[in-house]
């Protein structure tokens, strides 16, 4: 494999059903050489956690405003609950997974973005040597997208909830990673016409947004595959829901949704 065996997958909830092939395909890529790592997301239950505790849910541009209260729920639900599911679910299928946050071991350094956001952080530097030495010691990180507060230069004790899909972005440009691949549950971006496009240059993704045409959660997305490819990474939107849509990617080349990026040429 002369190329980087690096592969950077976000999931989310809403493509993890009870017939998903994605872990399968982690395992099967890890068995073959390549080096997955996995960032996952969880604003679902994070939601559904805060409805069964009465607490409000409030977005500002289309990030979770995080109070007090809300940040332990978030720590619960992304470090502990959906991050150790994840890693029992791999290992089961065979695959050697460890699970982890941004908070462990500096791996993500943040600042606050926004006061009007709370505990919301903004990404300063990835560690990307801690999970080169994972994967040199045999594992699929998982990671959880929280981070800790980096202030006066040294590390405060405070977590900060993240975007997941901007980790996905920045972790990919850490690692140098050769893919980004994104698992949705639509059929990738779509264009001013509203079908999906196969590939955009970043210029045109870029424009997209401006235009207003890639909004909500998909801008997110969009803006970290822009982010990799800043350092090489060749970056994919797909289709999750369909069966092994990311050994299609990986291993033949075909996406079922859009590529992002300077070429279309399959791993």
Not at 30 to 41: K, L, T
Not at 93 to 110: F, N, Q, T, W
Not at 132 to 159: D, H, K, S, T
């Amino acid at each position: 494999m002369s190329e980087s065996p690096i592969i950077v997958v976000k999931i989310g909830g809403s493509t993890l059903g009870s017939h998903d092939t994605t872990l399968e395909d982690l395992v099967a890529l890890q068995r073959e050489g390549w080096r997955p790592a996995v960032v996952h997301g969880g604003g679902a239950t994070i939601s559904e956690w805060l409805d069964s505790r009465d607490a409000p849910t409030r977005f500002v541009r289309g990030l979770r405003a995080t109070d007090a209260e809300s940040l332990r729920v978030v720590v619960a639900v992304l470090a502990g609950l959906i991050n150790k599911e994840l890693v029992a679910a791999i290992s089961a299928l065979g695959g050697r997974a460890i699970g982890l946050s941004g908070a462990d071991g500096g791996l993500i350094r943040v600042r606050q973005l926004d006061p009007e956001l709370g505990y919301v952080g903004q990404i300063e530097r990835v560690d990307g040597d801690m999970l080169m030495r994972l994967f040199e010691a045999g594992y699929l990180p998982v990671i959880a997208p929280l981070g800790i507060l980096w202030e006066n230069q040294r590390l405060q004790n405070q977590i900060l909830n993240i975007n997941a899909d901007t980790v996905a972005g920045e972790v990919a440009f850490a690692l140098a990673a050769r893919w980004l691949v994104f698992l949705t549950d639509v059929a990738g971006v779509s264009g001013s016409d509203g079908s999906s496009v196969a590939h955009l240059s970043g210029q045109d993704a870029a424009a997209l947004i401006d235009q207003g045409t890639v909004s909500g959660g998909m801008i997110p997305k969009v803006e970290a595959c822009l982010r990799a490819c800043e350092g090489a990474t060749r970056t994919a939107i797909i289709d999750g829901r369909q069966p092994h849509a990311l050994l299609a990617a990986v291993q033949q080349g075909r996406f079922l949704g859009t590529t992002i990026g300077p070429g279309e040429e399959g791993s």
